[in-house]
């Protein structure tokens, strides 16, 4: 779990979305991820979805690959994925999405659903508690159809033994009874593709990784690609965006396009109330400052972390549960939600002893990294 408020499982089973007669509008319900942004103490950076962002993102996902900005590389690969297995008229290999939330996994599996003109089941690694969860979702599944697992690596272990078999040989064995007089009877499934989307690839275990066929991370995305994304939007939400304006969402948005949507709305609200509803560069460099994010698309878990890194572990190494109680948070939301994003920004670099500051982030600060001649001091004061 990355919120602040402890475990919260995705609601009830899995959904399905789309069908057959809905090839290529894999829309529907929008699953119920299970990593959920804390309610009470909203980030507006945070790149976890609220539900707020939920009820939009329905309308402002990508629907095909042409339409997907960004991540060229992964979106050439699967396409020759797809092409090659529609080809064949089978289904393509198992598909495992890692990288940071918020960055389009949950689209890319509904993308890969529509490509293939196959219906989608939805469900989330925490909604599978038991194995009987995963064989009464994988023993329903039609010929073909996709099935989306978020947060896979949150699959429970008992469950992820039935995955293995079903990804393998497309077989589950279901038991009968408990105890010594349980048995196994083993339950022909229909073909199937898996995709899998984890912010924690590292916690897969290697039998799960290896049964996919293909890998796909999902890197953080450039500001003009964002900038897209946030024109796209605007045009798809009526918001009146100018050319600077866009420009200032997507420099500020973690290289994340649910956040630079989410950026989008909160400028759009403040345009509409205190201007005259066009967003320029002055009104979203105004609302932006409103919600405390920072140029670089900081805010305040980010600043907080780096200030203790640099402030209280005179920049490290320190580990990160360490870090995390320093600034009041869980660990996984230290490490999925700020901690890339520093690293990607070149402010933390992880090593083996833990997270150390680069002299990026005590500059970033106002302070002199120490190796530098400093000891922490604001700059330009050194001496003074
Ligand atoms: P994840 O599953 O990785 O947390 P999502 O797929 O839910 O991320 O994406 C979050 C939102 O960001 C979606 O609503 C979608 O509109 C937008 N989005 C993500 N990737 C892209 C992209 N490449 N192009 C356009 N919009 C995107």
Known sequence: MTGRGGERASAGGPATAGGPASAGAAAGPEPAAGVEAPGSEDRVVSPLADADDRLIEGALRPKRLADFVGQGRVRDQLSLVLEGALRRGRAPDHVLLSGPPGLGKTTMAMII???LGAPLRITSGPAIERAGDLASVLSTL???????????HRVARPAEEMLYLAMEDFRVDVIIGKGPGATAIPLDIAPFTLVGATT?????????????????YLDFYDPAELEV??????????VALRDDGADEIAGRSRGTPRIANRLLRRVRDFAEVRADGIVNRQVARAALELYEVDDNGLDRLDRAVLSALVRRFGGGPVGLSTLAVAVGEEAETVEVVAEPFLVREGLVIRTPRGRVATPAAWEYLGLVAPDQGGQGQPAGTLFG
């Open 200 to 216: 924690r690839a590292g916690l897969l275990p290697a039998p799960l990784r290896d049964r996919f066929g293909f890998t796909a």
């Open 229 to 238: 994304i946030v024109r796209r939007s605007a045009g798809l939400l009526g």
């Open 113 to 115: 659903a529509a490509e």
């Open 142 to 152: 039609s010929e073909g159809e996709v099935i989306f697992i978020d947060e896979i």
